[in-house]
C-alpha cells in the first residue's frame, strides 16, 4: 500500500491504492457502508475497527496522470498501446482500485459513536446506544434498556445534558473529520443521532425564504 502524509488536520489527500486482499486477512476487522443518498456511486466509507480509521474508498479504475499528445505522437503510441482515446488523443496512467481518496483516524470515543450510527443508517440512532457504545466494554440488549432507563431517569430529574456530555463532546470531534467527507451528525431531538450529507446540509442553510 502506497503512503501518504496526513495535512495539518490529519486528512490524507492523496489518492492511494489499498489492497482487497485486507479484508480477507485473519483478524482485521474492516466494515465497508456504501450510504446511498448521502456518497456518489462508486465510493464507500470504511471503517478500520483496529487502526481506528475511517477512509473513503473510490472504485478503479481512476486517472493518476495523463497528458495530451500531438498527431505524430498518437502515431507514435499506437503500435505499442492499445488503450488509447484516438479522438481526444491523451496518454492516460490508470491505477486499479479500490483507492483511498480521504482517511480520518478516530478517537476511542469517536469510533465508538461512529460505529452505531454507521449502522443505523439510514434511520438515526437512539442516544441509550451511543450511550451503551461510550459506557460499557460489552454493548448488549440489556446494557442499551439499562442505558435507556438511564436516560428518562436523567430526564426526569432534570439532568439529561450531564449524562449526554460524553456523548457530545465525541460527536463534537467527530464532525470535524466527517466535514472532510462532506458528511454531517445530525440530532433527533431527545432521541438520538443520524448522518447526513454536508453538502444538502449547507444548500439548504444557504435557500432564501421567499425562493
Given at each position: 500500500?502506497?503512503?501518504?502524509?496526513?495535512?495539518?488536520?490529519?486528512?490524507?489527500?492523496?489518492?492511494?491504492?489499498?489492497?482487497?486482499?485486507?479484508?480477507?486477512?485473519?483478524?482485521?476487522?474492516?466494515?465497508?457502508?456504501?450510504?446511498?443518498?448521502?456518497?456518489?456511486?462508486?465510493?464507500?466509507?470504511?471503517?478500520?475497527?483496529?487502526?481506528?480509521?475511517?477512509?473513503?474508498?473510490?472504485?478503479?479504475?481512476?486517472?493518476?496522470?495523463?497528458?495530451?499528445?500531438?498527431?505524430?505522437?498518437?502515431?507514435?503510441?499506437?503500435?505499442?498501446?492499445?488503450?488509447?482515446?484516438?479522438?481526444?488523443?491523451?496518454?492516460?496512467?490508470?491505477?486499479?482500485?479500490?483507492?483511498?481518496?480521504?482517511?480520518?483516524?478516530?478517537?476511542?470515543?469517536?469510533?465508538?459513536?461512529?460505529?452505531?450510527?454507521?449502522?443505523a443508517?439510514?434511520?438515526?440512532?437512539?442516544?441509550?446506544?451511543?450511550?451503551?457504545?461510550?459506557?460499557?466494554?460489552?454493548?448488549?440488549p440489556?446494557?442499551?434498556?439499562?442505558?435507556?432507563?438511564?436516560?428518562?431517569?436523567?430526564q426526569?430529574?432534570?439532568?439529561?445534558?450531564?449524562e449526554?456530555?460524553?456523548?457530545?463532546?465525541?460527536?463534537?470531534?467527530?464532525?470535524?473529520?466527517?466535514?472532510?467527507?462532506?458528511?454531517?451528525?445530525?440530532?433527533?431531538?431527545?432521541?438520538?443521532?443520524?448522518?447526513?450529507?454536508?453538502?444538502?446540509?449547507?444548500?439548504?442553510?444557504?435557500?432564501?425564504?421567499?425562493?
Amino acid at each position: 500500500m502506497t503512503k501518504a502524509h496526513p495535512d495539518k488536520d490529519g486528512c490524507i489527500l492523496k489518492a492511494q491504492p489499498v489492497s482487497r486482499k485486507q479484508d480477507n486477512e485473519v483478524g482485521t476487522k474492516i466494515s465497508h457502508f456504501s450510504l446511498p443518498g448521502l456518497l456518489p456511486p462508486g465510493l464507500t466509507l470504511a471503517l478500520n475497527l483496529e487502526t481506528r480509521t475511517l477512509a473513503l474508498l473510490t472504485e478503479g479504475p481512476l486517472i493518476m496522470r495523463e497528458q495530451r499528445l500531438s498527431v505524430n505522437e498518437m502515431y507514435l503510441f499506437m503500435p505499442i498501446l492499445e488503450a488509447l482515446n484516438l479522438e481526444t488523443r491523451p496518454l492516460s496512467l490508470l491505477t486499479k482500485g479500490p483507492l483511498i481518496m480521504r482517511e480520518q483516524r478516530l478517537s476511542v470515543n469517536e469510533m465508538c459513536v461512529i460505529m452505531p450510527i454507521l449502522e443505523a443508517f439510514p434511520h438515526y440512532c437512539p442516544y441509550e446506544e451511543l450511550l451503551a457504545h461510550i459506557s460499557t466494554n460489552m454493548v448488549t440488549p440489556a446494557s442499551i434498556a439499562r442505558c435507556r432507563q438511564r436516560l428518562q431517569e436523567a430526564q426526569s430529574h432534570g439532568t439529561w445534558q450531564q449524562e449526554l456530555r460524553p456523548i457530545r463532546r465525541a460527536l463534537s470531534s467527530l464532525r470535524n473529520k466527517l466535514h472532510s467527507f462532506q458528511l454531517e451528525i445530525s440530532n433527533v431531538r431527545e432521541r438520538g443521532c443520524s448522518l447526513t450529507s454536508l453538502t444538502s446540509l449547507t444548500e439548504r442553510l444557504l435557500v432564501r425564504p421567499d425562493d
